[in-house]
């Protein structure tokens, strides 16, 4: 399958309508990309910064969540459940949930949404492990809130555990819509410490997991929107972000002028996010959610 034109006119995008009236930045002359790539690193510094001094808040445990000991039972569901699904944020490597401060703003400022993020440790060696993790997880939420369905937001390595997930052990089935921001999909020649973490390994093209995401996946429910950046430093190359595969219904958004570490941070991308998931939301109440009949691949941008 090949990739739509990163500006391609709306007739080409799927239910993601209301993303397109974003505002939107030119693409960058040649000169100007250098000043463009300079005031997105010291963005990245900025944020790096920032997200030190957050970075113990993210290690407490979020209030009332317990997890259950055993798996959780279909008679352990509620009678009734809010409309809009559960949110669930999955960090990056040698990260936490703190990551996601802004982005929870967002997504509860109307006060609607059940939000939950998973941390998991830096010392998990192996996204499959990590996924089976996720798994469980999403099986408590979807027992505790009622609902049979999720979404999932996760930024760099934990795009590529929830897609691990969805595509290789049926997540598909809980996990309505899947948003990745700055994830190795395809696998990245630029992976810090990668010869020294396993699980960093495998996000390097190649990789067994990054081809295990490769092969066939006939019939999965589960609708990618993946954030890619054209000045993500981290992502090589960077259209490694984007989510291609002939079996995947997948929209690929190009996002201007920021880093791999502002993605989960940038009040534009938050703001697209939202749109992105609601949109699905707009699809099911007007009853035209699934109504092509096969995988789709689009394109669009934010600035």
């Not at 040698?94 to 982005?103: A, G, H, K, Q, T």
């Not at 996760?154 to 290789?168: K, N």
């Not at 973490?197 to 019939?219: F, N, T, Y």
Request: glycine share 10%.
């Amino acid at each position: 399958m090949k990739l739509l034109p990163l500006l391609t006119p709306p007739t080409h995008l799927t239910r993601l309508p209301r993303i397109l009236r974003l505002p939107r930045l030119p693409r960058l002359p040649g000169p100007g990309l250098s000043s463009a790539l300079l005031g997105a690193t010291a963005l990245e510094l900025f944020v790096l910064t920032g997200h030190v001094i957050a970075y113990p808040l993210g290690l407490i445990p979020e209030r009332g969540r317990a997890t259950p000991a055993t798996p959780a039972t279909p008679t352990d569901l509620p009678v009734k459940a809010p409309a809009a699904p559960p949110v669930v944020l999955l960090h990056g490597f040698i990260d936490n949930r703190s990551v996601f401060l802004v982005l929870r703003r967002v997504l509860t400022r109307q006060g609607r949404r059940h939000l939950e993020s998973l941390n998991y440790s830096p010392l998990t060696r192996d996204i499959r492990t990590a996924a089976e993790l996720l798994g469980r997880h999403v099986e408590e939420i979807c027992a505790r809130t009622g609902h049979s369905r999720v979404d999932i937001v996760g930024h760099s390595l934990g795009g590529l555990i929830a897609r691990y997930y969805v595509q290789r052990l049926g997540g598909d089935r809980r996990v309505r819509t899947l948003v990745t921001l700055g994830t190795p999909h395809g696998g990245t020649a630029v992976a810090p410490g990668a010869g020294v973490h396993p699980i960093v390994r495998q996000m390097r093209g190649g990789s067994s997991v990054i081809e295990e995401l490769r092969g066939p996946a006939p019939g999965c429910r589960t609708r990618f929107v993946s954030f890619w950046s054209e000045l993500d430093q981290v992502m090589v190359p960077v259209e490694t972000a984007c989510v291609v595969h002939p079996d995947l219904d997948a929209v690929n958004v190009r996002v201007t002028g920021i880093g791999h570490l502002a993605l989960p941070v940038h009040p534009t991308v938050a703001a697209a996010i939202r749109e992105a998931i609601e949109a699905e939301e707009t699809d099911e109440t007007d009853g035209t959610a699934g109504e092509d009949a096969t995988p789709s691949t689009g394109a669009t941008s934010v600035a």
